[in-house]
């Protein structure tokens, strides 16, 4: 096996081992997903991590992009040459980010055509923030179902990952993965 899907497997499986994430299926009035977590780290620090290259990179995958402004990159390169992420449609500095999501390759329609991802940023105190993603613009359809079950697992984990980047510290991201995913 190469490293890489190795260290993919950990980190899902401890992931889906003791989940801090709640997710909630919405399926009307419009089909949503709900995801929370608290984050044990202050606003401002939990929105560099979400605003900020280096700092999206210590928890979502190295090499990380995000340009912060309307219509700005917001991009995960994964090692075989995919991506995720999508483009930046609004945001409010430690309040809000609003994505349009790129669903993973397995799903070409809704990676075409996007889902909403809203990141919301609330204090609790000043040392823990609550992490809201709510997922909209789901449509009918086989794939569409089966992106939604797969979205509802892969972001808790996403969300899992941020957390764990603030009671652990960065990801250590194995050196292969690193080298993949960061070559130009």
Not at 5 to 26: G, K
Not at 106 to 132: K, M
Not at 167 to 181: A, L
């Amino acid at each position: 096996m190469r490293p890489t899907f190795v260290f993919s497997l950990f980190c899902l499986a401890a992931c889906a081992a003791d989940l801090p994430v709640t997710v909630t299926r919405v399926d009307a009035p419009a089909k949503a997903l709900i995801f929370e977590v608290v984050v044990p780290a202050s606003r401002t620090a939990v929105w560099k991590a979400f605003s900020d290259s280096t700092e999206l990179s210590t928890w979502l995958t190295p090499g990380a992009v995000v340009d912060l402004r309307r219509g700005g990159e917001f991009t995960a390169r994964y090692p075989g040459g995919r991506t995720g992420g999508g483009h930046i449609v609004d945001f409010t500095p430690e309040q809000e980010l609003i994505v349009t999501a790129m669903a993973p390759e397995q799903f070409p329609t809704v990676r075409s055509e996007r889902t909403t991802a809203i990141f919301q940023f609330v204090a609790r105190g000043e040392s823990a923030t609550l992490v809201r993603l709510v997922q909209t613009g789901w449509k009918q359809g086989q794939e569409w179902d089966k992106a939604y079950e797969y979205l509802a697992k892969g972001n808790a984990t996403l969300l899992t990952t941020l957390q764990k980047r603030f009671t652990t510290g960065p990801i250590p991201w194995p050196q292969s993965w690193v080298d993949e995913v960061t070559k130009k």
